[in-house]
């Protein structure tokens, strides 16, 4: 599995920094979001260092229907239960400020900080 030393979510996924943890699989990690905009604001990552929906191969495939799937079990979790937001952010213009590929998932009610 693809890791790379200089990213701050592969140190997450390999334990070497700390975090919220929200869900664990062989292929997906899902942790709180450090700065969170909502009052429940996950990430969805796969464990295979990607930069961002850019790099996508066919074999990512496999795992990339599981971050959807995921979003949805995850607002249950943790009490969500008046709809929710999912954001991919893609490159400079795409306002992706970590690039290892993510899904933000906003819940909880409103007002939020952002968005
Ligand atoms: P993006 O702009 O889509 O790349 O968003 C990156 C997100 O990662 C931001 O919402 C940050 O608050 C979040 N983030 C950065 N470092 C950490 C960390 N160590 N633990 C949890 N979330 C983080
Ligand atoms: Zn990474």
Redesign the pocket.
């Known amino acids: 599995m693809s890791h790379d030393p200089n990213c ?1 979510f592969c140190k ?1 996924i390999a334990g070497q ?1 700390p ?1 919220r943890k929200a869900y664990e699989d062989d292929d997906l990690l899902a ?1 709180h ?3 969170p905009w909502a009052p429940v604001h996950v ?1 969805i990552v796969p464990k295979q260092h990607v930069a961002g929906l850019s790099d996508l191969a066919p074999a990512h495939e496999q795992w990339l229907g599981k971050m959807l799937l995921l979003a949805p079990q995850l607002m249950r979790d943790n009490g969500v239960n008046n709809g929710f937001r999912t954001v991919i ?1 893609t490159g400079q213009d795409g ?4 690039y290892h590929l ?1 899904m ?1 998932v906003f819940g909880g009610p409103r007002p939020w900080v952002k968005g």
Do not use: A, R, W, Y
């Open positions: 701050v997450i920094i975090s942790f979001d450090i700065n990430l952010n306002g992706q400020e970590v993510h933000h």
